[in-house]
């Protein structure tokens, strides 16, 4: 199975901040990586795929950018609606493997 | 607007079988593959499998001796069956729509049901 790491496992961060995750692959995935938001008590949300990919709906302060084994989340200016736990998922091999979340949260 | 809706027993006994039900409405349930994925308390989340409308299948193999995935067509549903549980199977269990390969988005989830395994 791939493996997927996720750094850092949590982000304290204000309202306003620019917030970078990074998703890394055992094995380069090509551009077949998603993101996915969570929030408590609830299913994810699909907000990226195809690695760059912006989810018809996802705010435009969200974007993806990577390949391979490197990918990166970027939230350009964190709103209260986006403290969360975020999740990537590679769909090059299967089966899919999630990385372990980065939880956002309130600094 | 698609809405996918989990359904079963939220108790299941050790060594039993967790059955699970995905009614999938107001959208298309042909062309698309459909995907059961899982998350234990505090945990993250596991891929457990998918189904296409035609009934073919890709499981997990860590769970792949265990798991059934069938589809109904005529009712615009697919199901998970797991055997054999035990407490590690206790989780939120989410159905989702899976979009056309190669770059596989899940991008309509149900809300999620949580099964509990004890006796």
């Known amino acids: 199975d791939i493996q997927m790491t996720q750094s850092p496992s949590s982000v304290s961060a204000s309202v306003g901040d620019r917030v970078t995750i990074t998703c890394r692959a055992s094995?380069?995935?090509?551009?077949?990586l998603a993101w996915y938001q969570q929030k408590p008590g609830k299913a994810p949300r699909l907000l990226i795929y195809a690695a760059s990919s912006l989810q018809g709906g996802v705010p435009s302060r969200f974007s993806g950018s990577g390949s391979q084994r490197e990918f990166t989340l970027t939230i350009s200016s964190l709103q209260p609606e986006d403290f969360a736990t975020y999740y990537c998922q590679q769909a090059s091999q299967f089966p899919f493997t999630f990385g372990p979340g980065t939880k956002v949260d309130v600094k | 607007q698609v809405h996918l809706q989990e359904s079963g027993p939220g108790l299941v006994k050790p060594s039993e079988t967790l059955s699970l039900t995905c009614t999938v409405s107001?959208?298309?349930?042909?062309?698309?593959?459909w995907s059961w994925i899982r998350q234990p308390p505090g945990k993250g989340l596991e891929w457990i499998g998918y189904?296409?409308?035609?009934?073919?299948?890709n499981y997990n193999p860590s769970l792949k001796s265990r798991v059934t995935m069938s589809v109904d067509t005529s009712k615009n549903q697919f199901s998970l069956s797991l055997n054999s549980v035990t407490a590690a199977d206790t989780a939120v269990y989410y159905c989702?729509?899976?979009?056309?390969?190669?770059?596989?988005?899940?991008?309509?989830w149900g809300q999620g049901t949580t099964v509990t395994v004890s006796s």
């Open positions: 189904i296409y409308y035609t009934g073919s299948t």
């Open positions: 094995l380069g995935v090509g551009n077949w």
């Open positions: 989702a729509r899976v979009l056309v390969p190669p770059s596989w988005p899940m991008d309509v």
């Open positions: 107001g959208g298309s349930f042909s062309t698309y593959y």
